[in-house]
């Protein structure tokens, strides 16, 4: 299925959700007892972990739906927020100075926002700024949701032809309270993003 900037009507959306999806963590504390029969995959914090842990995830048993689900900051949305992103930009890459665009990455071909993803009725869209760095001054408008993981998931979905749908909590304001008001809130996290999950109708998990 081609998901890039597809729009997916609640019955699709809801026959993936039944297809035993492969859920995405950062971390297990964003996940706890909410998501104990559901199929996870823990890929650790920033790029790199998360590029090699769903590449080596897909090449064992190729999932039909990949759910990215996590905390995120946002300056721009409440706290609190379930957001859906399809999105991305890699916000730590800057080769201006090369004469490339901002985000932009080198003679890949891909353009500097990676649009890839399935959309979510009812839920508000972001924009999803990853980068290997914990925001603390967010004040670009480029973006409005701070992780450190989604777009290379996003990016390997999109390489392998795999649905995917990315929800994440917004944690914290991406300011100088960032630290302090993530380590409270991403307990919470999990509760909200299976109610969620419920809601669209994957209340299988």
């Keep these: 299925m081609q998901a890039t900037n597809t729009l997916v009507d609640n019955v699709s959306l809801q026959q993936l959700l039944q297809q035993d999806p492969l859920f995405v963590f950062a971390l297990a504390s964003e996940c706890t007892h909410e998501f104990d029969q559901a199929d996870k995959l823990f890929i650790g914090i920033g790029k790199v972990n998360a590029a090699y842990h769903l590449t080596k995830r897909i090449a064992e048993k190729r999932p039909n739906l990949i759910i ?26 800057d080769v201006r100075p090369l004469g490339f665009e901002k985000y932009e990455t080198p003679l890949s071909g891909q353009a500097p926002v990676l649009e ?47 649905p995917f749908l990315c929800l994440k909590y917004i944690s914290d304001g991406a300011d100088g309270k960032a630290a302090e008001d993530w380590q409270i809130a991403v307990h919470l996290a999990a509760a909200a993003l299976k109610e969620t999950i419920v809601r669209l109708g994957g209340d299988n998990q």
């Design 116 to 162: 890839y993803g399935l959309q979510a009725a009812g839920l508000p869209m972001g924009i999803c700024g990853t980068g290997d760095s914990f925001e603390i001054g967010h004040v670009t408008s480029d973006y409005n949701v701070i992780d450190m993981e989604a777009y290379p998931l996003a990016w390997i979905a999109q390489q392998e032809n795999i």
């Design 68 to 93: 990215n689900l996590g905390s995120a900051g946002s300056n721009d949305l409440e706290r609190g927020t379930v957001v859906c992103c399809n999105r991305f930009i890699q916000r730590d890459m």
